[in-house]
């Protein structure tokens, strides 16, 4: 155990100065994080918009766990959200 125990000193102090990074830009995170989210709910609702004439159960509903996954995971986040309903119209 007295091997590991520098391992450990090293790891918690890289876990220290992270904490310290992420705490920084915290408030950059968050509008980062509201932007994308808000950006999301707008490509989702206008390709609703446009899905609406052709394919209408092709739409995505607008809820916390679309606005979660689109602000998390960006433009990507929502294609998966097409791309699953997508696969469960098949």
């Not at 394919?55 to 689109?70: D, R």
């Amino acid at each position: 155990m007295d091997n590991y125990m520098g391992i450990f000193f090293i790891v918690g102090i890289l876990a220290v100065v992270l904490l310290i990074g992420a705490l920084r830009s915290r408030a950059e995170w968050i509008i980062n994080f509201l932007l994308r989210g808000i950006s999301g709910m707008l490509m989702i609702y206008f390709v609703n918009f446009f899905l609406e004439k052709y394919m209408p159960e092709m739409g995505i509903g607008y809820n916390l766990a679309t606005f979660l996954t689109s602000a998390i995971l960006g433009f990507p986040g929502v294609a998966v959200l097409y791309g699953i309903n997508f696969y469960m119209l098949l």
